[in-house]
Nanobody
Framework: QVQLVESGGGLVQAGGSLSLSCAAS????????MAWFRQAPGKEREFVAN????????YYADFVQGRCTISRDNAKNTVWLQMTNLKPEDTAVYYC???????????????WGPGTQVTISS
């Protein structure tokens, strides 16, 4: 069983930056496909970024392309999501997720953290 705990959310002004972390236990992040999703009020959960278990390649949603970097620290068993040039529409609860397979759809992921709130003020 994999446990995930996110941290780093908060209130940031538009144009600012934020770094989210996801601490994993129960398995090593390098053996998992790790991803970040987000869910805004009244909207469905959507894919933000992932890093694949087999080759470490990262993929991003179009709406964060060039503004986000996902990375993993194998020694700390932690995955990071660094976000820059934040916009009010980035306001959402951000979730860390993990799967032993590959994918980017929410139902491909077996393990989820409780989420961390990110609020961007205009």
């Amino acid at each position: 069983q994999v446990q995930l705990v996110e941290s780093g959310g908060g209130l940031v002004q538009a144009g600012g930056s934020l770094s989210l972390s996801c601490a994993a236990s129960g398995d090593t992040v390098s053996d998992l496909t790790m991803a970040w999703f987000r869910q805004a009020p009244g909207k469905e959960r959507e894919f933000v970024a992932n890093v694949l278990r087999n080759n470490g390649r990262a993929y991003y949603a179009d709406f964060v392309q060039g503004r986000c970097t996902i990375s993993r620290d194998n020694a700390k068993n932690t995955v990071w999501l660094q976000m820059t040039n934040l916009k009010p529409e980035d306001t959402a609860v951000y979730y860390c997720a993990a799967t032993g397979f590959l994918g980017r759809a929410p139902d491909a992921f077996d393990f989820w953290g409780p989420g961390t709130q990110v609020t961007i003020s205009s």
